[in-house]
Each structure stands twice: as C-alpha cells, then as structure tokens.
C-alpha cells in the first residue's frame, strides 16, 4: 500500500531549518504553505452492499450478458499480484466495462480499484456479516455463531472510534430489516453479538436521522464549536514552543510532531457543522433502499441524501443494504433458492447468474454511481481535494460464489484522504498456484470447477485473504492495529496454537476478520464442517498475512 | 564524548569520601566501575565444554574413521572449539533442523532427506541426545563474562538518550490521583475519576517489553486524554471542590497572595496558583522567561485573561497543563549544560521526577518536591538521601513489574468445569475471578514484602512466608490464619516445611484454569520469564496431536503422561530441557495445592487411583551439568543462585524502569553491570532496585540533534 499523506510536521521539517528557529505559528506561515499543512481530512467510509449470491467466471466478476464480462488478466506486475490500469478499459457502450458499470463511471476510474482474489477464511452466505468483519447472521442456519458473540463489524469499529468518529455521530444504517445492513452489520451491545440497528428502509425515516428531523442549519448554518476549541489552539502553540527547545532531541521532536497532529485531528472534529457547505435538500423522492435496483430516482435520492449528511457531518459511517431477497425477479418465491442457488438455471431465457449479475449493476448505475459522482463533484475545504479523494466507498455483492470462499467482489470508490492509491484493476491471485474448487453446503451440489474452462464457473484461483482488505480499510481510515486488535474481541482465530501444521508451522492469528465461525476449541476436525468450511480456508491461504493491509500498486 | 568522560571522572574523585548511610551498598560507591573492556573472543561465544566433550566422545567414536578431513567428502569432525564446528557450516546454534551435524543422521525424522550417517547404522539414542542437546544448548549460551560480570562497564560509555516517551496508563492514571488528591484528598478523587470511568478509557499499553515500553500515541491516546481533561477540569470547579482546589495550592506557597473568595482572584493570586499547580502536575516550576524555551507561566496566566471568570480561568489551566507535553511525556528538557555538548545534566527536579516514576510510578510528591528545590540533587548525598525515600513505598511500582515480568497479569480462563477431576480438586473453593485475583495479588505481595523487610533478593525464591489473606486462597493452601494486613518477619504466616518456597510455588504461578497441570507449560514459563532462556518454536511437520495433552491413563501420573508422550526421538532434544523445570513442581495441583498424590482419572472420566507424585528431577540437560534438585524448593534455591536469573531480572528491571520498548541490546551498560555484581554479591531486593539508578550517569541525559 502507498501512503501519500505527508505528516505536518514533516512537511514543516522539510521546510527549513529557519523556520523551526522561531515558534511555528500557524500565523506566520505564507498562505500557501498553510494550505499544505492541513492534509488530514475528515474521513468517511460507505459500504454498500447488494444481498446474495452472483456467479462470476474464470476471468471475474460479473458478467452481465451471454457474452463473459472479460476483463482480461492483468498485464502488470507490483508486489501483490498484477495490476493495469482501469482506463485501458475505458467502458464504452461495446467495452467490457460497460456492461458491469455503464458509462457512469468513466470519469472517475482514477478514483476506483477493481480487486478480485480476496478469498475467506470459509464458506459463508446469508447476508453473513464477514463481509465486514466477522460472524454468521442467520442463527437458524449457523447455530455455532454464537462463539463469535462479541465481534463487532468494522462498520461499528470505525463509528466508535473516538480518533475517527469524536463527536459520536450516529452510525448510519439503512436498507430492509432481515436481509440489509441488519445481516451484515453488528455491535456487540449486551454480550452477544446484535444486529446493528437499521434506520429502517424508507427514504423519509433516513432524512429524519441524517437532519435530525429537519432542524439542521440550511446553507450558512453557524458552526457550532466546544468549549474548549480554543484553548486547545493555544495547548497547540504550548506543544511547538516545547518542540523548538533548544533542549530538545531529534527524537523528542518526531515524538512531539506526532501528539501535535493527533491533537490537531481532536480539535478540527470539535466543530459539528464543518462548511458553509451544509445543505440538506427537500427529499426528493419517497420510496425505499429495497427498490434501488430497480428505481433509479430512488437510489439517487439515497446518494443526494448521503451526500448533503457528509458535507453537513451529521454522520460518518454509511453501511447500506440494497438488497432483494424474495418475488422481485421472474415472480420467484425466493430468489436466494431458485437463482443464486441455481446459477444455470434459466428464467424467462436468462441464466440466472445473469439475473444476479443485472441486480447487482443495477444497484451500481442507480445509486453508487451518483454518490460517485456527487462526492468527486464537492470539495472538502480542510485540504482542497474531493470528498470523494478523503472517502472510501465500498461497494460489493455478499458473496464470491454460492456461498463460497473465493474470490469476493470488490470495489473500491475514493482514496481515503490519500492513504490509498487507485485507477487500477487488481488481480492478487497466484495463477500458478492453480485454482481450487467452490461447493455449496454439501458435497453433491458442487456448483464451480476447479478447471478452467468447463460449462461452470471456474475461477477460484489461490488469491490473498480477504481479512486484509478489512484491515487495509481501517488502517486507511486512520485506525491503528491497537485501535481494533485485541484478544477479547478476536478470539476465534487470535493466537490459535493448534492450526500451525497446516499453515507453515504458523503459531499466532490475530486481526480483523473471520471466515467461517466454527468453534475451533470444541470441534472436531475431522468434522464435515471443519473439513468443508473452514479447513479450505486455512490450507489455502498463507494466513501469516492475516494482519497485512493489501499491497496496492504505486 | 571524552569531555563527558572527565565530567563522570570529576565527579567520581569529588565524591571518592563519602559514602552511604543506612544503606546496605554501603560498600560500593557512586563511582564508576572502570572495568577495562576487552571484547570476548569468538571462541569464547559458546562455552559449555562438558557438553562439548560429551558431543565429541560420539563423533569419536562413530564419525572420524571417515571424518579426518582427509576427503571433500567427509570433513573433518577433529575440531579443537564449538566455534569451529559452526564456522565450516556443520551445525547453525540451535537449530537442527538447520545443522547438517544433526539432519544427516539416520536417527533424524523430523523431515525429508538425505539421512544415511553413520553408514554403519544409527546412533543409540543417547547418543543422539548428546548431539541434538549440545546444538540446542548453542543458543542460551550468552556472551562471557569479564571479571566474573555478566555485563561490562565501559568508562567512555555515555549516559542514555532519555527521549521522550509518554506516561504509561498506570503512571498517567497515578499522577492524576496524586496530583487532585492533594485538594480533595483521595476519596473524593477516587469518586471523581470513577464518576469519569478514567482508568478504563485510557487505552491499554502494548508492549513487547513492559507497559512503559509502549510509546505509541495514537488518535484514541488524544481523544481520550483530552476527553478526561476537559471532564476533569470542568469537575474541579464546582461546588466546593473549587475552593478546596485554591486553598490547597495556593497554601502550598502563599507568598503575598491574600484572597477572601475562591471565585475573585487577584492577579497575584492568580500567579501563585498557577505557579504551584504546575510545580505539582510537572514535577517542575513553569519557565518564567524566555531564556530556555518560553515564558510558561505566561502562556497560562493568559487563560485568566481570555477567560470570562477565574474559575474558567482555573477550567482552562487545568485542562491545558493536563494536556500539556510537560505532564503527558516523560521528556527530559529540564537539563543544564555540560562541557560536552552532547550530554546535559539533569536539573534537580528533572531527576527527582525521574526517580518518582521508576520506584513510585508517579509524580513526586512533596518531599521530592522540596529537596529538588532545596538540595542540589546531582551531589552524592542529597541523590542518595531523595532514592532512600522514592524507595521506601515501591508497592505499586514493584507490583506492576511483577506482573509483567512473571507475566501473571492474567491467569488462565476456567476450563472443563464439568470435568469431575475439575469439581475434586476444587471442593471447598470458589472457583471465580476473585480467586485468580488474589493468586495474583498474594505473588505481588510477597515481592513487595521482601522488598519492603529489606531481605535478600533470593527470598524470592525461598522464603516460606504466606501472604494468604482471602479464605478462598487459604483453604487452598490448607492454611488456618491469615497473613497479617502488615507483615514482618517476626508476625508472619509461614507454610509447613518441605510444602512451599519463594514465587515459583504460589497458585498464580501454577494455575492452570483446567482440572490438569500441564508441566511443559510450567517448565516454558520459568525458563522463559525467570531465567530469559530462549525457547525455539516446535518443529514443522508435527503430527496432528503434537499440541494436545496426553490422554489420561488409569495408571498414569501427570508427569509420567507428559514425559511418555514427549519422548519421542523428534520431541526429546527440546523437552529434554524443559519437562524436568516443569516435573519439579509435580507435587502441586492444576490450582497450586499441594499433592503428595495425585488424583488418577481413566479415559472414562473415573476416579480410579491415587498414584505418588514425584518432583525429583535430572537437570543435566536442562540447566546445567551435575545438577539433580529433590523438590520444588530445591529447584526454587536453584534458580535463585544461578546466572541466568540474575542476569534476566537485571536486563527486566532495567528495561521496565527506563520505559525501553525492547530489551538491551547490548551487555555493555554500566547501570546493569553495577546491578548484577549487586545482585551476585547478596543484594537485598530493595537494594537491587535502588542499584538501577545509582550510575552517575542516570543524573545525564544525552542528546541526539
């Protein structure tokens, strides 16, 4: 991963030796340089997430028409795999590209990643929250979730992060109640893992929590302070009159540097209502998270309505659910069963991976394209980019295949205030490695080949373990490790000590993140379970990259 | 360098006639040790020649009718030093799989490959112990020693760099109740932290040392230090605790300052308060004028002036020095001069708060206070006189680092409570958290006990006094009254001979949380924490159950399960010297009781026998040649005389009280050399803490530009 920031004080270093003689008040700095020492953004992380499954094929993700959305492998080498860039893709109406995201997206491919091989540690499915984090959701089916009770997801990891989040903003969860954010997005209140609590799916109910009912400021609303905002200014200055001491170390002063930035970054969260900026429209349109993929007006609705709530920083976590689960395609009673499930079957003439693959760019025309578009569109004033360059959007369908644990979807929207690099399609898998084979919940309804080629989906080559994209995010977000690791919370996997023999002797897991939630210290591995669900995912993977952000090219 | 070298010498001849006072190191003066500094040879790296001959014997006699050197083929074992061997690639210290001495012999199973020596046929097994303990051994074997030290003095060595490193979560929290506890007294600041939950919002430290290691200052570090600021300054304004705030500090040193109402202070009042309260957060007085860095006190005497009223001024005051770099870091900026512009020395205050902090983890009170201000502290005497008293209360210090150091913070999670073994062994007990707890605490009690009585640093490891005070420990330990609520020799509870001795035989060392001890974790954990012996992780290509305990056996000890299931030719060169430090304390349960049998359940969870426990142990391959101890208490005497531990309680305290991140690098450090040859020379506990500071240059500080 590249990391663009440049520390303040760095930068002030690099200034000159004249001067850190005097005291470095930000009043005396010409403008210009003033400009560049506020490189620490307000951050922002929307995930959006479409319900179940979507096939995809040997060359990824997803294809839409009878002819395979074919991205080919890329054609560039970096440390983490191969990577081109995705405007030798450039989407016209005939390119590969288009059928996935249209033309929507043409303007901002340097702001977006495309990165396929992020595989589970196991098999999942339902809405399970792994996508961000960690457990199962449907107790019914996963009558062993329970072992994971207190893992939070990071949408939840983030929003109570007092460096992230000061002021406590609400968490923003909207979509359907079952089958949205409430299935993949969970605290941890009360002991047992509970399910995040959606602001519900209605556009209106969403307006009400972003605006607090109406009542926030309109254009030119003041900005509301605490108290203490200016004497922390002043504690400020206290902290660069002590580190132009003469009496001071080189070391003193990286140390000192550091506490300056992290305090900088308490006070400029001190102010709730950032900008003149501020502007909550009238909602547009009345409808429902549920309809986005089939209405257009209402998922630009959703995105004009997020984007109003960031430039007014009612909120800073956005996890939405725009899922569909039963009676919405070709009359089926429960498209979970008779299309994901069934990816060869046929509907009306359509494959039904191909209804699946039309849902889920449907969600990304109608609503993540806008969002897109708006955030690239409005300029954050605390360092000149974009609100889209200081984001991260996050955009995905639940599953890799059927319930399976590679290869997960993902795209990538935003450079987290510069602390991701972006424009490229990224492929992290090891061809040579060959490719492993997907199966549903039992053996006989094994639905991917592990052989290219065939009339089925094949493309489980050996790729990286999704948990470090979980860990790329927050860390891009500002958190460090100590921020979301501890053994309280991560016990499932956190120092395991009885997984080593099949992981190259390894001794110690820790990190964000969970394939399947089996209950490692009571079961028995020779288990169907263990040997179907997790047991891949452990032999797979070299887990000692468990912890590891993801490389992205430079 | 060398400027600083005479300023260290000068002060060694100045203070060359005096010597300490009512201090059992009386005999050593704060002067170097002006130990000549010969670099040891390569040939003196590993050691253990016993071992070595014994090594040797075997390739004598099956390895040279070929192995004269003679051939490329056959090399030649005839090799005078272990240096030798490692330098023609034969063995890599302490890795078997890594050395071809080892990984050619047809005895060799661990993996793949070529393994056809000897031609004639495999070694006998104790033969092959011979060889693999000797490679083993290679890692543990530490740099020699010179003039009888396990670390050296070098006279040109300069002081540390002291940077700056922020208060651990403990000393944070402690300054705070120290520093408010002056005004409302420590009931009404303990209720005060408590009502702002600030123990627990503190981040907790994270360090591969001690939690003074951990320099990490993160956005939670901001957020949460700024969040407790602004709640505790807000909180000290109302109500009477206002006034209580005033008086206090103002009567610390009223000067001409007059004042009727808390709420109207005159400008003098005003300065005074300030003044004082700062002298007390910062261990320092504010800079007064801009000779140094800047006019601190002006900086704050400003907030009077932007502030509405004077309690808001005293708000503000507050939450800046409570966020200030002077009371957050320990940073050492507090220095004068020297003729080597490299290295400062310590102001007086600068090394009281040092001293503070080491032996009382917090800031100084007042005492220290008034004999930075009153006495020059970089003088022998008055340096002496100020860690006589820091050293009178080590509690919470020495707490702190016994926990970390025998890494007993917390104790192992109940398990298989069900299990009938489970529910025999702790009939009459509670087993709950309060029960771990006092495990914990009665091992920090009795460290703190030594300390405190002024016994030698070996008690540790022999002393029989029980700090027992919780019913539910004292049924453990079948013992009738309590400790007292002050312990000293002449009042103390003591267990009956021949049961227990020193730390290693308390129930936090040997708790397990499960029905069943497990001896290689004891064994692990000594060698590991106590005597800083390096433990290689297992071997890859281990079967399946390798990590899983023994099954039980209806005929079967504990000791007999581990050792059967352990003495495999892959197993042996490792547990050969770790189960016998783990079978020296068989004689005590999975919770620490004493058994001179041990309950035996078959495979079917059924009580089926009482078999003898036995705690002899061969220590040959372990620790050392010709060393057999009888019980756990011999082994206890042991370790309390042996090298290792003193050399590995050196390199803990010092790392713990200078806040390092990692251990030293080096065994050349004049602090740790005068605290080893205090240790090897009968040191009491409490001495040997002292000792970490004793250095000359402890009062220095060296600056890297």
Same mark, same amino acid.
């Given at each position: 991963?590249?990391?663009?920031?440049?520390?303040?004080?760095?930068?002030?270093?690099?200034?000159?030796? &004249?001067?850190?003689?005097?005291?470095?008040?930000?009043?005396?700095?010409?403008?210009?340089?003033?400009?560049?020492?506020?490189?620490?953004?307000?951050?922002?992380?929307?995930? #959006?997430?479409?319900?179940?499954? @979507?096939?995809?094929?040997?060359?990824?993700?997803?294809?839409?028409?009878?002819?395979?959305?074919?991205?080919?492998?890329?054609?560039?080498?970096?440390?983490?795999?191969?990577?081109?860039?995705?405007?030798?893709?450039?989407?016209?109406?005939?390119?590969?590209?288009?059928?996935?995201?249209?033309?929507?997206?043409?303007?901002?491919?340097?702001?977006?990643?495309?990165?396929?091989?992020?595989?589970?540690?196991?098999?999942?499915?339902?809405?399970?929250?792994? /996508?961000?984090?960690?457990?199962?959701?449907?107790?019914?089916?996963?009558?062993?979730?329970?072992?994971?009770?207190?893992?939070?997801?990071?949408?939840? #990891?983030?929003?109570?992060?007092?460096?992230?989040?000061?002021?406590?903003?609400?968490?923003?969860?909207?979509?359907?109640?079952?089958?949205?954010?409430?299935?993949?997005?969970?605290?941890? /209140?009360?002991?047992?893992?509970?399910?995040?609590?959606?602001?519900?799916?209605?556009?209106?109910?969403?307006?009400?929590?972003?605006?607090?009912?109406?009542?926030?400021?309109?254009?030119?609303?003041?900005?509301?302070?605490?108290?203490?905002?200016?004497?922390?200014?002043?504690?400020?200055?206290?902290?660069?009159? /002590?580190?132009?001491?003469?009496?001071?170390?080189?070391?003193?002063?990286?140390?000192?540097?550091?506490?300056?930035?992290?305090?900088?970054?308490?006070?400029?969260?001190?102010?709730?209502?950032?900008?003149?900026?501020?502007?909550?429209?009238?909602?547009?349109?009345?409808?429902?998270?549920?309809?986005?993929?089939?209405?257009?007006?209402?998922?630009?609705?959703?995105?004009?309505?997020?984007?109003?709530?960031?430039?007014?920083?009612?909120?800073?976590?956005?996890?939405?659910?725009?899922?569909?689960?039963?009676?919405?395609?070709?009359?089926?009673?429960?498209?979970?069963?008779?299309?994901?499930?069934?990816?060869?079957?046929?509907?009306?003439?359509?494959?039904?991976?191909?209804?699946?693959?039309?849902?889920?760019?449907?969600?990304?025309?109608?609503? #993540?394209?806008?969002?897109?578009?708006?955030?690239?569109?409005?300029?954050?004033?605390?360092?000149?980019?974009?609100?889209?360059?200081?984001?991260?959007?996050?955009?995905?369908?639940?599953?890799?295949? #059927?319930?399976?644990?590679?290869?997960?979807?993902?795209?990538?929207?935003?450079?987290?205030?510069?602390?991701?690099?972006?424009?490229?399609?990224?492929?992290?898998?090891?061809?040579?490695?060959?490719?492993?084979?997907?199966?549903?919940?039992?053996?006989?309804?094994?639905?991917?080949?592990? &052989?290219?080629?065939? /009339?089925?989906?094949?493309?489980?080559?050996?790729?990286?373990?999704?948990?470090?994209? @979980?860990?790329?995010?927050?860390?891009?977000?500002?958190?460090?490790?100590?921020?979301?690791?501890?053994?309280?919370?991560?016990?499932?996997?956190?120092?395991?000590?009885?997984?080593?023999?099949?992981?190259?002797?390894?001794?110690?897991?820790?990190?964000?993140?969970?394939?399947?939630?089996?209950?490692?210290?009571?079961?028995?591995?020779?288990?169907?379970?263990?040997?179907?669900?997790?047991?891949?995912?452990?032999?797979?993977?070299?887990?000692?990259?468990?912890?590891?952000?993801?490389?992205?090219?430079? | 360098?060398?400027?600083?070298?005479?300023?260290?010498?000068?002060?060694?001849?100045?203070?060359?006639?005096?010597?300490?006072?009512?201090?059992?190191?009386?005999?050593?003066?704060?002067?170097?040790?002006?130990?000549?500094?010969?670099?040891?040879?390569?040939?003196?790296?590993?050691?253990?020649?016993?071992?070595?001959?014994?090594?040797?014997?075997?390739?004598?006699?099956?390895?040279?009718?070929?192995?004269?050197?003679?051939?490329?083929?056959?090399?030649?074992?005839?090799?005078?030093?272990?240096?030798?061997?490692?330098?023609?690639?034969?063995?890599?210290?302490?890795?078997?799989?890594?050395?071809?001495?080892?990984?050619?012999?047809?005895?060799?199973?661990?993996?793949?490959?070529?393994?056809?020596?000897?031609?004639?046929?495999?070694?006998?097994?104790?033969?092959?112990?011979?060889?693999?303990?000797?490679?083993?051994?290679?890692?543990?074997?530490?740099?020699?020693?010179?003039?009888?030290?396990?670390?050296?003095?070098?006279?040109?060595?300069?002081?540390?760099?002291?940077?700056?490193?922020?208060?651990?979560?403990?000393?944070?929290?402690?300054? %705070?109740?120290?520093?408010?506890?002056?005004?409302?007294?420590?009931?009404?600041?303990?209720?005060?932290?408590?009502?702002?939950?600030?123990?627990?919002?503190?981040?907790?430290?994270?360090?591969?040392?001690?939690?003074?290691?951990?320099?990490?200052?993160?956005?939670?570090?901001?957020?949460?230090?700024?969040?407790?600021?602004?709640?505790?300054?807000?909180?000290?304004?109302?109500?009477?605790?206002?006034?209580?705030?005033?008086?206090?500090?103002?009567?610390?040193?009223?000067?001409?300052?007059?004042?009727?109402?808390?709420?109207?202070?005159?400008?003098?009042?005003?300065?005074?308060?300030?003044?004082?309260?700062?002298?007390?957060?910062?261990?320092?007085?504010?800079?007064?004028?801009?000779?140094?860095?800047?006019?601190?006190?002006?900086?704050?005497?400003?907030?009077?002036?932007?502030?509405?009223?004077?309690?808001?001024?005293?708000?503000?005051?507050?939450?800046?020095?409570?966020?200030?770099?002077?009371?957050?870091?320990?940073?050492?900026?507090?220095?004068?001069?020297?003729?080597?512009?490299?290295?400062?020395?310590?102001?007086?205050?600068?090394?009281?708060?040092?001293?503070?902090?080491?032996?009382?983890?917090?800031?100084?009170?007042?005492?220290?206070?008034?004999?930075?201000?009153?006495?020059?502290?970089?003088?022998?005497?008055?340096?002496?006189?100020?860690?006589?008293?820091?050293?009178?209360?080590?509690?919470?210090?020495?707490?702190?680092?016994?926990?970390?150091?025998?890494?007993?913070?917390?104790?192992?999670?109940?398990?298989?409570?069900?299990?009938?073994?489970?529910?025999?062994?702790?009939?009459?007990?509670?087993?709950?958290?309060?029960?771990?707890?006092?495990?914990?605490?009665?091992?920090?009690?009795?460290?703190?006990?030594?300390?405190?009585?002024?016994?030698?640093?070996?008690?540790?490891?022999?002393?029989?006094?029980?700090?027992?005070?919780?019913?539910?420990?004292?049924?453990?330990?079948?013992?009738?009254?309590?400790?007292?609520?002050?312990?000293?020799?002449?009042?103390?509870?003591?267990?009956?001979?021949?049961?227990?001795?020193?730390?290693?035989?308390?129930?936090?060392?040997?708790?397990?949380?499960?029905?069943?001890?497990?001896?290689?974790?004891?064994?692990?954990?000594?060698?590991?924490?106590?005597?800083?012996?390096?433990?290689?992780?297992?071997?890859?290509?281990?079967?399946?159950?390798?990590?899983?305990?023994?099954?039980?056996?209806?005929? %079967?000890?504990?000791?007999?399960?581990?050792?059967?299931?352990?003495?495999?030719?892959?197993?042996?060169?490792?547990?050969?010297?770790?189960?016998?430090?783990?079978?020296?304390?068989?004689?005590?349960?999975?919770?620490?009781?004493?058994?001179?049998?041990?309950?035996?359940?078959?495979?079917?969870?059924?009580?089926?026998?009482?078999?003898?426990?036995?705690?002899?142990?061969?220590?040959?391959?372990? %620790?050392?040649?010709?060393?057999?101890?009888?019980?756990?208490?011999?082994?206890?005497?042991?370790?309390?005389?042996?090298?290792?531990?003193?050399?590995?309680?050196?390199?803990?305290?010092?790392?713990?009280?200078?806040?390092?991140?990692?251990?030293?690098?080096?065994?050349?450090?004049?602090?740790?050399?005068?605290?080893?040859?205090?240790?090897?020379?009968?040191?009491?506990?409490?001495?040997?803490?002292?000792?970490?500071?004793?250095?000359?240059?402890?009062?220095?500080?060296?600056?890297?530009?």
């Amino acid at each position: 991963m590249k990391y663009n920031r440049m520390n303040r004080r760095m930068f002030l270093q690099g200034t000159g030796k &004249t001067l850190l003689s005097i005291p470095v008040l930000t009043s005396l700095l010409p403008c210009e340089l003033w400009a560049q020492t506020t490189t620490a953004p307000t951050k922002r992380f929307i995930s #959006v997430i479409q319900g179940y499954d @979507l096939g995809h094929n040997a060359n990824w993700i997803p294809f839409t028409g009878n002819n395979a959305f074919n991205i080919p492998q890329p054609n560039r080498i970096f440390s983490g795999g191969r990577y081109q860039p995705l405007r030798d893709f450039a989407p016209t109406n005939s390119s590969v590209l288009s059928t996935y995201a249209g033309s929507a997206f043409s303007p901002y491919l340097e702001s977006m990643n495309i990165l396929r091989s992020l595989d589970f540690t196991g098999r999942y499915g339902h809405g399970g929250a792994q /996508v961000l984090g960690a457990i199962s959701a449907d107790a019914g089916i996963r009558p062993d979730r329970g072992v994971l009770s207190t893992i939070p997801t990071i949408d939840f #990891v983030l929003n109570s992060h007092r460096g992230f989040n000061p002021a406590g903003l609400p968490l923003i969860n909207c979509g359907n109640t079952g089958f949205g954010p409430d299935n993949y997005s969970y605290s941890s /209140v009360g002991g047992i893992a509970a399910n995040a609590t959606s602001v519900g799916e209605e556009l209106l109910r969403i307006y009400n929590q972003l605006f607090s009912n109406g009542t926030l400021p309109e254009n030119g609303g003041n900005s509301i302070a605490h108290p203490k905002y200016n004497i922390l200014t002043r504690v400020l200055e206290d902290y660069t009159r /002590v580190r132009n001491s003469r009496n001071i170390s080189a070391s003193d002063r990286t140390t000192l540097d550091n506490t300056l930035d992290k305090l900088s970054d308490v006070q400029r969260s001190l102010t709730r209502v950032s900008t003149a900026q501020c502007s909550h429209l009238q909602l547009s349109k009345t409808g429902s998270v549920f309809q986005i993929p089939s209405n257009a007006a209402v998922g630009r609705a959703l995105a004009d309505m997020i984007t109003a709530a960031i430039l007014c920083d009612s909120a800073r976590v956005f996890t939405i659910g725009a899922a569909s689960i039963s009676g919405l395609f070709q009359a089926q009673a429960d498209d979970h069963d008779t299309i994901s499930h069934n990816p060869f079957a046929s509907f009306n003439g359509k494959p039904s991976w191909q209804i699946s693959g039309e849902r889920h760019a449907a969600t990304m025309r109608n609503f #993540v394209a806008p969002l897109v578009q708006n955030l690239a569109s409005a300029i954050d004033p605390t360092n000149g980019r974009s609100y889209l360059y200081n984001s991260l959007i996050y955009s995905t369908t639940e599953s890799g295949q #059927v319930h399976g644990w590679g290869s997960h979807p993902v795209t990538l929207f935003g450079n987290a205030g510069g602390r991701l690099t972006s424009g490229n399609y990224i492929d992290y898998s090891d061809r040579s490695k060959g490719a492993f084979m997907g199966a549903d919940s039992d053996d006989t309804l094994r639905l991917f080949s592990n &052989t290219p080629g065939t /009339v089925n989906f094949s493309n489980n080559w050996y790729g990286t373990h999704y948990n470090r994209l @979980l860990v790329t995010i927050l860390q891009s977000m500002g958190l460090a490790p100590a921020d979301y690791e501890n053994d309280t919370l991560n016990r499932q996997l956190y120092n395991r000590t009885d997984i080593g023999t099949d992981n190259r002797n390894l001794t110690s897991l820790g990190g964000y993140g969970y394939g399947y939630p089996f209950d490692l210290t009571g079961a028995d591995p020779t288990s169907w379970g263990f040997r179907n669900y997790v047991y891949p995912g452990l032999s797979n993977h070299d887990l000692r990259q468990f912890r590891n952000p993801l490389s992205l090219p430079t | 360098m060398k400027q600083f070298a005479k300023v260290l010498t000068l002060i060694s001849l100045t203070n060359s006639v005096l010597f300490f006072t009512n201090c059992t190191l009386s005999s050593q003066k704060d002067a170097l040790v002006l130990v000549p500094y010969n670099p040891p040879s390569t040939s003196e790296l590993v050691g253990n020649l016993s071992r070595f001959d014994a090594m040797k014997q075997v390739l004598q006699a099956k390895c040279m009718s070929c192995h004269t050197g003679s051939t490329t083929s056959a090399p030649n074992f005839n090799l005078a030093t272990e240096e030798e061997f490692i330098n023609r690639g034969l063995v890599v210290a302490g890795s078997l799989a890594e050395s071809k001495l080892v990984f050619r012999l047809r005895n060799y199973t661990v993996d793949n490959g070529v393994r056809n020596m000897p031609p004639t046929g495999a070694l006998t097994g104790t033969e092959y112990t011979l060889i693999t303990n000797w490679v083993s051994m290679l890692t543990r074997i530490v740099p020699p020693t010179v003039n009888g030290n396990e670390f050296v003095c070098n006279p040109n060595e300069l002081p540390d760099s002291l940077n700056a490193r922020r208060l651990s979560k403990n000393e944070y929290f402690n300054s %705070l109740r120290s520093l408010f506890s002056r005004a409302l007294g420590t009931t009404e600041t303990d209720a005060l932290l408590t009502q702002h939950n600030v123990f627990a919002r503190v981040p907790e430290d994270v360090s591969i040392t001690f939690a003074t290691g951990d320099k990490n200052f993160s956005a939670v570090h901001a957020y949460e230090f700024f969040a407790i600021a602004n709640s505790l300054s807000a909180g000290l304004i109302e109500g009477t605790r206002l006034s209580q705030f005033v008086s206090t500090f103002i009567n610390y040193n009223r000067g001409t300052c007059a004042y009727t109402d808390a709420a109207n202070l005159n400008l003098d009042c005003r300065a005074t308060l300030a003044r004082n309260f700062l002298l007390r957060a910062w261990g320092r007085p504010a800079e007064t004028t801009n000779t140094n860095m800047n006019n601190e006190l002006a900086s704050f005497m400003q907030e009077f002036q932007l502030a509405t009223s004077t309690a808001a001024g005293i708000e503000a005051i507050i939450f800046k020095a409570l966020l200030s770099p002077q009371f957050l870091y320990h940073l050492q900026i507090s220095v004068e001069t020297t003729a080597d512009p490299q290295v400062h020395r310590l102001t007086s205050y600068a090394i009281a708060r040092r001293i503070a902090f080491i032996f009382n983890q917090t800031l100084p009170d007042e005492t220290l206070l008034n004999l930075a201000a009153t006495r020059n502290l970089a003088d022998e005497t008055s340096f002496i006189e100020a860690v006589n008293y820091a050293t009178q209360n080590l509690d919470s210090s020495l707490s702190q680092f016994t926990r970390e150091w025998l890494h007993i913070k917390q104790l192992p999670a109940y398990r298989d409570q069900t299990h009938p073994k489970f529910q025999l062994i702790t009939q009459g007990l509670t087993a709950n958290e309060n029960l771990k707890s006092v495990m914990i605490r009665e091992v920090t009690d009795l460290v703190n006990y030594i300390a405190k009585n002024n016994r030698p640093v070996s008690e540790l490891f022999t002393s029989n006094v029980s700090l027992a005070r919780d019913p539910n420990l004292m049924q453990l330990y079948g013992q009738n009254t309590p400790a007292p609520v002050t312990v000293t020799e002449q009042n103390a509870v003591r267990f009956p001979a021949g049961e227990r001795s020193g730390l290693l035989t308390r129930a936090a060392m040997l708790f397990s949380g499960s029905h069943s001890e497990n001896p290689i974790l004891r064994g692990i954990h000594i060698r590991k924490y106590l005597m800083c012996l390096q433990m290689s992780d297992p071997p890859p290509g281990l079967p399946a159950d390798s990590f899983t305990p023994p099954a039980l056996d209806a005929n %079967l000890t504990t000791r007999q399960r581990y050792h059967n299931k352990t003495s495999g030719t892959s197993c042996v060169g490792c547990h050969s010297q770790i189960n016998p430090v783990g079978f020296a304390f068989s004689k005590y349960n999975a919770f620490g009781a004493f058994q001179n049998t041990e309950p035996i359940f078959d495979v079917n969870n059924q009580l089926v026998n009482n078999l003898s426990t036995d705690a002899r142990v061969n220590l040959q391959l372990a %620790l050392a040649i010709n060393l057999d101890t009888t019980d756990a208490m011999d082994f206890s005497e042991y370790v309390s005389r042996s090298k290792e531990f003193k050399k590995c309680i050196t390199e803990k305290f010092y790392t713990y009280a200078n806040g390092l991140s990692e251990k030293p690098a080096s065994n050349i450090s004049c602090s740790m050399n005068r605290m080893y040859q205090g240790l090897d020379a009968g040191s009491t506990l409490q001495d040997f803490f002292k000792s970490t500071v004793l250095d000359s240059r402890f009062r220095f500080r060296k600056i890297d530009r």
